[in-house]
C-alpha cells in the first residue's frame, strides 16, 4: 500500500471512518487530515506551552530530566480544563466508539514539546526507539487506539512519527533492522488526526528544525484495563461533576473501584462501577 493511501480527509470523503477503520485493521494506522479547526490548533500550541511552565514548576526541570523523556507533558487536563475538549471532537468519539466502544476509556492524554537537537545528538529515550503502547496481543481483540493530534506541521526535519506498517498485532517483535527499513513518516498538516492500533511499532523521528514539534497523543482502552493516571482521583469530583456525561465517562467516573460496603450497596444508578462497561 502507498502512503498516499493511508491519507484522508474527513472534510471532503464522507466515507473517511470506515475507510480509516480498514486501513488501521489492514495496515496499522491512518492519517485523517481536516479534523481539528485551526482556530483550536493555535490555542492549543499556546496552551501547551503554558502547561508545560506549570508543570516544570511544581515538578522541577532535574525530575523531569531525570525521567528520560523528551518534552511529555502529562495529566495536561489538571492544569488547564482546555485539554479535555479533546474528548469532545466528534471525529476522536467516532474512532473510539467503533474501535474500543461506547464504554472506552482515556489510558492517557500526554502532550509533546518535541525539542530540536543538531543532528546525532538527540538522547536515546523510549519515545524515539520503536515500540508499541499496548504490549498485550488478545487475538486480534482491539483492546486499544492511539489518536495522536498533529498541533505543528509534521515534516520530515521537525520528527513527524514514523510508523511501521503491517506491524500491529504481531507476537514476535520485528527485529531492529527491518523497522527501520520499513518505517514510513508521517508528514501531515496541523490539525491531522493520526489513529492507530496501539500494537503498532512506531516511534517519535529526529527533530532537528530548530523549533519545537508540537502534538497531542490519546490512547483509549476498553474500560477494564487501567488507565495511566487515576483521571478521577487526579482532577477530583468538584471538576469531574462540572464535565460532560460523555467525558466522565472516558475519563473513568463510571469504572470506578468501590472502597466500602456503603458504596457497594448502592442502587445501580448511584454505583461507581455501572453495569454494561463492556
Ligand atoms: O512523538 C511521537 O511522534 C511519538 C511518541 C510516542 O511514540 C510515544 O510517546 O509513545
Redesign the pocket.
Known amino acids: 500500500m502507498k502512503v498516499s493511501e493511508t491519507r484522508l480527509c474527513c472534510q471532503t470523503n464522507e466515507h473517511w471512518l470506515e475507510h480509516a477503520l480498514c486501513l488501521v485493521r489492514d495496515v496499522g494506522y491512518a492519517v485523517v487530515e481536516g479534523v481539528i479547526p485551526s482556530a483550536m490548533v493555535v490555542e492549543t500550541s499556546d496552551r501547551l506551552r503554558a502547561v508545560h511552565e506549570r508543570i516544570v514548576a511544581e515538578i522541577g526541570a532535574d525530575r523531569l530530566r531525570r525521567a528520560g523523556e523528551l518534552g ?1 507533558l502529562r495529566l495536561m487536563m489538571k492544569y488547564d480544563r482546555f485539554f479535555t475538549h479533546y474528548l469532545e471532537v466528534p471525529q476522536v468519539l467516532a474512532v473510539v466508539d467503533a474501535t474500543v466502544s461506547p464504554t472506552a476509556i482515556m489510558h492517557l492524554q ?1 502532550g ?1 514539546i ?1 525539542p530540536s537537537y543538531p543532528v546525532d545528538t538527540a538522547p536515546e529515550v ?2 524515539n526507539n520503536y ?1 508499541m ?1 499496548f504490549r498485550r496481543l488478545l487475538n486480534g481483540y482491539c483492546a486499544s487506539i492511539n489518536v ?1 493530534i498533529a498541533i505543528s506541521e509534521f515534516t520530515t526535519e521537525n ?4 510508523v511501521v506498517p503491517g506491524s500491529q498485532q504481531k507476537t514476535e517483535k520485528p527485529d531492529k533492522g527491518y523497522l527501520a527499513a520499513n518505517a514510513e513518516q508521517l508528514t501531515c498538516p496541523p490539525g491531522t488526526m493520526i489513529v492507530f492500533d496501539s500494537t503498532l511499532w ?4 529526529r527533530n532537528v528544525s530548530g523549533t519545537d ?1 508540537l ?1 497531542i ?1 490519546h490512547q483509549f482502552t476498553r474500560s477494564w484495563i487501567k488507565p495511566q493516571i487515576d483521571y478521577v482521583r487526579a482532577l477530583g469530583d468538584e471538576t469531574m461533576l462540572l464535565l460532560s456525561e460523555r467525558t466522565q465517562q472516558l475519563l473513568g467516573w463510571y469504572s470506578r473501584v468501590v472502597t466500602s460496603l456503603d458504596e457497594y450497596y448502592q442502587p445501580a444508578e448511584n454505583r461507581l462501577y455501572r453495569a454494561g462497561q463492556g
Do not use: E, M, W
Request: without cysteine; hydrophobic residues 40%; neutral net charge.
Open positions: 511529555i500526554n509533546f518535541l523510549a519515545q515500540h503502547d495522536f520528527g513527524a512519527t514514523l512506531h516511534a517519535s523521528g514539534r502534538s497523543n
